[in-house]
């Protein structure tokens, strides 16, 4: 028997080898994978700080829009000093975002003169870290914004808790004031000679004073004996009807309210000191009108939430002021608003039914005109919560936040402050 060959492929030996093969096939397979999902990863964070430069982009965009819209109809700013505005607004908004090599070029402001709309676009450029080994060196996005100067007038009431829990602690009551005294700067210093604000007042607790509209607003043949009215009964119970013959508010005289929270005792009716104030654009009034809120009785929501209403309603124009007189529903150049604020459950009703039921009742019906209802639960307890946010408009459509749950004082402020920033924000078209 000749000696073996010791190159003779046997068996054991092809084998080896087609493991050896296997083992460099798998070696290519991975590190390909491996080259892949590096990839990937890189064009991911290319691509996500593309993103953030749009992000960025849109958001300075959008202020350069409304800044010129607004410079254009009430400064008079034309031609190359607008466009030199809104890229001065650009560029201040886009800057202190570190070292990201990001380009943004061929800014452009374009006027509509037939809507006055304004447009600003302009092109970002990133420059890519890992896309560039793939052949694409950089990412362009070409970003726009128009924007419109409305110059609406502001048509808003406030409802606002003057209940006995609102001084327990006393703190609650002052941060109220303090809360509604914001509102009110803020949306007075911005009025202008061509934008009007007025604000009404609506405090409440067991009842509405009517103060020296309540004559005007009550059967005379039961008058009210201490300028406070309730809740109307009948067909206008959940509507704005101006008062009259039917449509009459109640008055309490010795009625004793139903609606109780049980777990709180008994209450009884009580006439707060605080009147409802009719809408006006003397800010120095609003202001005193606030800080002279006193505290005390139980939480009849409904009314202040009927009365916030009734402030704004153009059916009842004849029972306020010439002044004060809200214009129609409808009004393109005039946003109607009301803010509710509560602390408490709405637990004081003297007739059909319970207070929150009511409470839902008209704030459908308010919103179905038109008007945009805000809504501030300030240390309310959860179900007190839900009802203010049932109550509040729909977030979105340009509205913004409509509704605010405050733990404290300062979260209380905050939430008018934003209210009134929502206001006085200029609407994008885009």
Known sequence: MSQQDPYQRTPARQIGRFGRDERGTVAIIFSLVVIVLMGGIGLMIDGGRAYHAATRAGAALDAAALAAAKAMNEDGLTGSALSDYARSYFEANIKGVGADPTTFQNFALDVDSATGAVTTRVEARVDNYFAGLFGVPSFQVLKSSTAVYNIKDIELA?????????????????????????????LMNGATASRSVKIGLAPYSASVNAGAYARA?????RPSRDGCVIERSGPAAYDDTPPGPGHWLGTAGRRRPRDIDPTQGYGSYRCPRAEVMALTTDKVRLKQRIDSFSTGGWTSGHLGIAWAWYLVSPRWASIWPASAQPVPYGDTDTIKAVLLMTDGIFNTAYQNGRSADQARALCSRMKQEGIIVYAVAFQSPASAAALLQECSTPSGNGVGQTFFNAANGGELRQAFRTIAAQLNTLRLAK
């Open 217 to 221: 607003v009550a059967d005379p043949r």
């Open 158 to 186: 406030m409802m606002l808790d003057v209940t006995g829990s609102m001084c327990s602690p006393c703190s609650k009551i002052r941060d109220l004031k303090a809360a509604a005294k914001d509102l009110v700067d803020i």
